[in-house]
T-cell receptor, first 112, second 119 residues
Framework: GIQVEQSPPDLILQEGANSTLRCNFSDSVNNLQWFHQNPWGQLINLFYIPSGTKQNGRLSATTVATERYSLLYISSSQTTDSGVYFCAVSNAGGTSYGKLTFGQGTILTVHP | EAGVAQSPRYKIIEKRQSVAFWCNPISGHATLYWYQQILGQGPKLLIQFQNNGVVDDSQLPKDRFSAERLKGVDSTLKIQPAKLEDSAVYLC?????????????????FGPGTRLTVL
């Protein structure tokens, strides 16, 4: 099946700093989503971005489907940004119909 | 618009007991998914329904896990008998469809999850 690798596994920032999270995937995709998992375990949708670039406030994401990677940018980080960030993809050519395969996540800690 | 609802939020049982989880997807969403998230890992798909039919249950441990979506809306996931390694968060998600037939139609939205502890 499709492989998803996220980097870095852990990231510690001071409030106000910028950061870039990366997601590499091993095959073509028809869905790529970025999630933030809050301390209560809820997965919050950040972006649906199988290709192209999107921005939402301090967050933006870019997926280069032909090169099989996606980037999540967080600018002017805040303590509330802390948590685990997951990239998840659905394989365009796979036999699994819509199934999301998740990376291992990036644990972000923002200190005041 | 109401999100995906799940209950209970927390459950503690002893090994060999049975347990059931309930999910109500976003209204109008045809596709429903159950994922298992073990501590420190990303979620993994257990079973996927399209309306009331199963389209992928290849990762469901069928000797102890079962799931149904009888009327194509709500779904239940059951474990019987539970093992210690079943301790995890069980997440339900839904999407309009399972394929990218329209912009964002396969975007998945997740419920708050049920945290299961098996003692």
């Amino acid at each position: 099946g499709i492989q998803v690798e996220q980097s870095p596994p852990d990231l510690i920032l001071q409030e106000g700093a910028n950061s870039t999270l990366r997601c590499n995937f091993s095959d073509s995709v028809n869905n790529l989503q970025w999630f933030h998992q809050n301390p209560w375990g809820q997965l919050i949708n950040l972006f649906y971005i199988p290709s192209g670039t999107k921005q939402n406030g301090r967050l933006s994401a870019t997926t280069v489907a032909t090169e099989r990677y996606s980037l999540l940018y967080i600018s002017s980080s805040q303590t509330t940004d802390s948590g685990v960030y997951f990239c998840a993809v659905s394989n365009a050519g796979g036999t699994s119909y819509g199934k999301l395969t998740f990376g291992q996540g990036t644990i972000l800690t923002v200190h005041p | 618009e109401a999100g995906v609802a799940q209950s209970p939020r927390y459950k503690i049982i002893e090994k060999r007991q049975s347990v059931a989880f309930w999910c109500n997807p976003i209204s109008g969403h045809a596709t429903l998914y159950w994922y298992q998230q073990i501590l420190g890992q990303g979620p993994k798909l257990l079973i996927q329904f399209q309306n009331n039919g199963v389209v992928d249950d290849s990762q469901l441990p069928k000797d102890r896990f079962s799931a149904e979506r009888l009327k194509g809306v709500d779904s239940t996931l059951k474990i019987q008998p539970a093992k210690l390694e079943d301790s995890a968060v069980y997440l339900c998600a839904s999407s309009l469809t399972g394929t990218s037939s329209g912009e964002g139609s396969n975007e998945q939205f997740f419920g708050p999850g049920t945290r299961l502890t098996v003692l």
